[in-house]
């Protein structure tokens, strides 16, 4: 069967958007949204990004992707309010970059955080016995503290992390690893400094970063629309005006405790304010 809309595509330019923290749920979102762009063959893409990143499986896999379909279209990554950590990773997926002056980008590096509540734990009288396999299977329990070889052996894999995302920066922006490293230290610019660095290729706003994209495929940026490809509303927010707005600060609030709980002990590409 032949898809009848398929020109109707050609003649416009994806567009999708990745906010908030990089998670699963992220992942897979945006992996559908770009299988269908590359199914109805939209010339381009225009990938906006605010986000101060996340887990780091997770950012690699849509990196991947945006990689592969970078193959056969053109991918123009737009940095909004916030791009930062794993942001920036996914980024590099993209042939050009543009920011604004004062996007927050950087924080280039990984952390891995856990709790001890070893203090409280003895003060309201609480222990555990704990039988395992091996003397890491509890790494980062949060009843004790970490030992040194626990220490050494999560540094390591820290660093292991962090320098595939500088050689991930360094081929995305043709710059050296040395370079890279230069900046790559956890610390975050603007993008008026991203630019500088070599970060970024352009300064302007989402709607200059679409206006190129139509510039590099040979359409009119004047007349060019972005056909943006977004997760399915819920049910309730399709029939009552403002029930997603009304949700949507309580929402936001649990999805980050929830993201919070979830990832603790696992390396993070994510800027933490």
Avoid at 41 to 59: C, M, Y
Avoid at 164 to 177: C, K
Avoid at 258 to 264: K, L, P
Wanted: hydrophobic share 40%.
């Amino acid at each position: 069967m032949v898809w009848p809309f398929k020109p109707k595509f050609r003649k416009q330019i994806a567009r999708i958007e990745i906010t908030g923290a990089i998670a699963g749920a992220t992942r897979k979102r945006v992996l559908e949204a770009l299988k269908t762009v590359e199914e109805k063959k939209f010339p381009a893409l225009l990938l906006r990004i605010d986000s101060p990143g996340g887990t780091v499986g997770d950012s690699q896999e849509i990196y991947s992707a945006l990689k592969r379909l970078r193959e056969k279209i053109k991918v123009v990554a737009s940095f909004g309010n916030i791009s930062a950590s794993g942001g920036v990773y996914i980024g590099m997926g993209a042939e050009h970059i543009v920011a604004n002056p004062g996007t927050i980008t950087g924080s280039i590096g990984v952390i891995l955080r856990g709790n001890n509540l070893e203090r409280l734990l003895e003060k309201i009288g609480v222990s555990f016995q704990v039988i395992k396999s091996g003397p890491y299977k509890d790494i980062l329990a949060f009843d004790r503290e970490l030992t040194q070889p626990e220490e050494n052996i999560l540094q390591e894999l820290i660093d292991t992390s962090y320098q595939q995302f500088v050689q991930t920066v360094a081929e995305g922006r043709s710059l050296t690893v040395e370079a890279v490293k230069s900046f790559a230290d956890g610390r975050i610019f603007t993008g008026q400094q991203a630019l500088a660095l070599g970060v970024v290729d352009r300064l302007g706003t989402e709607e200059d970063a679409r206006r190129w994209t139509a510039e590099l495929v040979g359409l009119d940026p004047e007349k060019t629309l972005c056909y943006t490809l977004e997760e399915r509303k819920p049910l309730l927010s399709r029939f009552i005006p403002g029930s997603r707005q009304f949700s949507s600060g309580i929402g936001a609030g649990i999805d980050w405790l929830e993201f919070e709980m979830s990832t603790s002990g696992l390396p993070l590409w994510l800027y933490r304010p």
